[in-house]
Nanobody
């Protein structure tokens, strides 16, 4: 079974940028990939998703600031986050949906001055 490992989370000031990576241990060709986030005391929400053929959707709260991409040859998806706000603070999770579904362990993003 494929495993997912996120990286790139960090402490950043408001207005700053981060790039998250999600590396899979196997091929992601057959998966729709997504990023979710969960802030303390809140539910886990969809941030962005990308289909096998590259169709992308974003949550309204991140449109124009975040960009999701996938590089199937590297079994990796990315989330470029610009103009970060304190309300973007959360644990960010990578998610793969296909014939089965799985989650990564999460990476912490903290936006604070």
């Amino acid at each position: 079974q494929v495993q997912l490992v996120e990286s790139g989370g960090n402490l950043v000031q408001p207005g700053g940028s981060l790039r998250l990576s999600c590396a899979a241990s196997g091929s992601i060709l057959s998966f729709t990939m997504a990023w979710y986030r969960q802030a303390p005391g809140k539910q886990r929400d969809l941030v962005a998703s990308i289909t096998r053929i590259g169709g992308i959707t974003y949550a309204d709260s991140v449109k124009g600031r975040f960009t999701m991409s996938r590089v199937d040859a590297k079994n990796t998806v990315y989330l470029q986050m610009n103009a970060l706000k304190p309300e973007d603070t959360a644990v960010y999770y990578c998610y793969a949906r296909g014939t089965y579904s799985l989650w990564g362990q999460g990476t912490q993003v903290t936006v604070s001055s």
